[in-house]
């Protein structure tokens, strides 16, 4: 019976070893548990982050590409040099998406096609000094003139008011 009950102590001792065992197990999962679920949010705290990221630079990308298409129309249209560059707007265009300015783009396309006579230049008549009027007859340099046309010049400009005498 002793030895019953030294097997019975021993089965206990067993027993409550087992089960401090199994709780030190069950912590030690738990934590365990705990590192991979802390992991796992890492990963996909950083994949989120290089999602946004990438969904930035290509936001960035077609806001840029708009504001450039929409530099280019504005400008393209209020240039009345432009004329004959309206039937090439879609190489220009190109060129212009390329890193030219309008101007070097329109140049560029329109002496590649040969168009580039066409462009004139327009004056504005809008402010700057005053223009003279030409000279009635034939221009002479003031070596060809004698005296008398040179006086009869003067006076002339004298009433037109291009000069005063006081």
């Known amino acids: 019976m002793a030895d019953e009950k030294e097997d ?14 199994d709780e030190d197990v069950q912590q030690e999962s738990k934590v365990e548990k ?8 890492v990963k996909l705290t950083s994949e989120e982050r290089d999602e946004l990221a990438k969904a930035n630079v290509k ?9 450039k298409e929409a530099e280019f129309s504005s400008s393209f249209t ?9 039937d090439y707007k879609d190489k220009i265009k190109e060129k212009v ?18 168009k580039l006579d066409a462009i004139k230049a327009t004056e504005n008549p809008a402010g700057g000094s005053a223009t003279n009027p030409p000279l ?22 004298i009433d037109r008011g291009d000069i005063s005498l006081t």
Do not use: C, F, W
């Not at 936001?59 to 504001?67: C, I």
């Open 8 to 21: 019975i102590q021993d089965d206990v001792k067993d027993t409550e070893e087992d089960l401090q065992l």
């Open 136 to 157: 009635s007859g034939e221009l002479k340099s003031l070596d060809e003139m004698t005296r008398e046309e040179k006086r009869a010049e003067v006076e002339k400009a």
């Open 59 to 67: 936001l960035k990308a077609e806001r840029d590409s708009a504001q």
């Open 78 to 86: 209020e240039n009345p040099h432009y004329q004959v560059a309206k």
């Open 34 to 41: 705990r590192i991979r679920q802390l992991s796992n949010k």
């Open 97 to 114: 998406s390329g890193g030219y300015s309008v101007e070097d783009a329109v140049v560029a396309v329109l002496a590649k096609e040969g």
